[in-house]
């Protein structure tokens, strides 16, 4: 089946660094592949997506671009801030069952710590 | 609008104990989903609803049983509690008219079986 691997965490790092989150997938078509955050107490919620190669998803000074041939969706950003620090999880959209509805299917997760 | 909402937000359980966990969601969602959070391996989708009056086993289905009430809620029924289940559980929704794998989910209920 299809799958979703995340570099593992923790990630730590200095206020405006730059950031890169790996993600790498496995999927007998072309999924969509999207980026979900969870801030500390929080549900998860979309950061960004990308539907097919090539696509660049971007969202609040984050970006990932979707690698065909590479099959990798990583996410970056130039100048974290302390307010990014949270969970964050690369998916790619499955078929549930036999019907049209579909199913994401999520990475580990990496956990961002940013520093002042 | 208060998005998906969900009780209780935490609990602790003795083994063998049962309990529900409520959802609902207040922006006319058609599909609804149970996910369980643990750690190193992100969520995994225990049930979901794709309309209302449906139900379908997700990845880890055993244990529990959930009721599509109506088009708002959803709930996760746990008949008889095991420490396997401690977890972080989430309920979400999707408008799915055309799923767009853009889903809107709730705080979570942190569960502890002892």
């Known amino acids: 089946g299809n799958s979703v691997t995340q570099m593992e965490g923790p990630v730590t790092l200095s206020e405006e660094a730059f950031l890169t989150i790996n993600c790498t997938y496995t999927?007998?078509?072309?999924?969509?592949l999207f980026w979900y955050v969870q801030y500390p107490g929080e549900g998860l919620q979309l950061l960004l997506k990308?539907?097919?190669?090539?696509d660049k998803g971007s969202n609040k000074g984050f970006e990932a671009t979707y690698r065909k041939e590479t099959t990798s969706f990583h996410l970056e950003k130039g100048s974290v801030q302390v307010s990014d620090s949270a969970v964050y999880f690369c998916?790619?959209?499955?078929?549930?069952?036999?019907?049209?509805?579909?199913?994401?299917?999520f990475g580990s997760g990496t956990q961002l710590t940013v520093l002042p | 609008n208060a998005g998906v909402t969900q009780t209780p937000k935490f609990q602790v359980l003795k083994t063998g104990q049962s309990m529900t966990l409520q959802c609902a969601q207040d922006?006319?969602?058609?599909?609804m989903y149970w996910y369980r959070q643990d750690p190193g391996m992100g969520l995994r989708l225990i049930y979901y609803?794709?309309?209302?009056?449906?139900?379908d086993k997700g990845e880890v289905p055993n244990g529990y049983n959930v009721s599509r009430l109506n088009k708002r809620e959803f709930s996760l029924r746990l008949e008889s509690a095991a420490p396997s289940q401690t977890s972080v559980y989430f309920c979400?929704?999707?408008?799915?008219?055309?799923?767009?794998?853009?889903?809107?989910f709730g705080p979570g209920t942190r569960l502890l079986v002892l």
């Open positions: 979400a929704s999707s408008e799915d008219a055309a799923y767009s794998g853009r889903e809107y």
């Open positions: 999927a007998t078509g072309y999924p969509s």
């Open positions: 990308a539907t097919k190669a090539d």
């Open positions: 998916a790619l959209v499955d078929r549930l069952g036999s019907g049209s509805a579909r199913q994401l299917t």
């Open positions: 922006m006319n969602h058609n599909s």
């Open positions: 609803s794709a309309s209302e009056g449906t139900t």
